[in-house]
């Protein structure tokens, strides 16, 4: 007997995960000095934000579209900011380190781009295109779980055939990301069990192949992934577990910061604005961390704004301790300024 198809229910209310309320999408927004005419909504640690280009706005960046916003309704404390720190590609840093793989060890190490990287190195430097980058970050993150060419066909639109050629050359070309993976794999069937780096283990039993030796593809794909993924969230722990001592629990700090939430790899504090920026770079120190052996440092990226749906990524100086936004600078001619 067929199932009966669910009725979709037109209704003001919107059943929800509130444990990670949906993302908005997001809309360029326009940077300009904060003033007296700013919106305080949109002003943020000296800048406002605005979706339409001001005479004063100097830069563009991306970000939460207001509307629709599910997330604006969660804010920080009274006078403070919401606070967002999470890891930077931290699962492909924690692969680039567990595998040593020379040419991303480079790319990080420099501060490159690793997805741009990937698409030069499977594409050529003379094809690199922002689609070509797009379609590496997909095999990048597609690899990480044991993605095979079925899966990636589907993932960039092309045919099983064309998917196989990429992986293919992916691995030629990133030889020790392969035979890392692989090397799981061969773990997990032989002992029936994995453990990742720091010793959390994971039993393979359920996925014995009962048609002969090893474990099945589902099984396969988890040896890829688990070491990984397991890896990110005991870093993850470890993280919350320094910024609560240090940070939340400390003297200093009591009564100007608060927990918010955690969401997958990123730590969310409400924090007083007048000591935003010593927090955030404390967090930063807090939140960094080095596998034992390895050369790629996990690093955290930063958000600051009014509430989590209005979020915007600022950059810090380590120094001088100043939080700037990130946004590429507006080019315009005289006719273009909008008087």
Not at 91 to 105: C, G, H, K, Y
Not at 283 to 289: A, D, L
Not at 297 to 323: C, R, W, Y
């Amino acid at each position: 007997m067929a199932k009966k198809k669910k009725q979709k229910v037109d209704d003001f209310f919107a059943s929800m995960n509130m444990q990670n309320p949906p993302r908005p999408r997001h809309i360029n927004w326009y940077i300009r000095n904060a003033d007296e005419t700013s919106n305080p909504k949109y002003t943020i640690l000296g800048y406002e934000f605005t979706m339409s280009e001001e005479v004063d706005s100097f830069g563009v960046t991306e970000g939460p579209d207001p509307n629709y916003n599910f997330r604006a309704c969660l804010l920080p404390e009274e006078n403070a900011y919401w606070v967002s720190r999470d890891f930077s590609g931290q699962e492909l840093r924690i692969l680039t380190n567990l595998a040593n793989e020379p040419i991303w060890v480079n790319t990080f190490l420099s501060g490159g781009d690793i997805h741009g990287e990937t698409a030069k190195l499977l594409w050529g430097e003379e094809n690199f295109s922002v689609d070509l980058r797009k379609r590496a970050k997909a095999i990048n993150f597609g690899i990480v779980y044991g993605i095979g060419p079925v899966g990636l066909s589907k993932r960039l639109n092309i045919t099983r055939e064309e998917a196989q050629l990429y992986i293919d050359k992916y691995f030629e070309k990133l030889p020790n990301i392969e035979a890392y993976l692989n090397n799981n794999v061969k773990i997990a069937s032989r002992n029936m069990s994995l453990s990742n780096y720091y010793g959390r283990p994971r039993r393979f039993s359920k996925y014995k192949n009962n048609y002969g030796s090893g474990i099945s593809s589902r099984g396969e794909n988890i040896a890829y992934n688990f070491p990984i993924q397991s890896l990110g969230a005991d870093i993850t722990k470890l993280a919350l577990i320094k910024v609560y001592y240090n940070i939340i629990d400390n003297p200093k700090y009591i009564g100007k910061v608060y927990f918010l939430n955690t969401i997958h790899d990123e730590i969310n504090l409400s924090v007083d604005k007048d000591i935003v920026e010593e927090v955030v770079y404390l967090m930063g120190q807090e939140m960094e961390h080095n596998i034992p052996g390895t050369k790629v440092p996990i690093i955290s990226e930063i958000a600051v704004g009014n509430s989590m749906g209005l979020l915007f990524d600022f950059e810090q100086d380590l120094e001088t301790k100043k939080l700037t936004p990130i946004y590429k600078p507006i080019e315009r001619s005289i006719e273009d300024l909008p008087f």
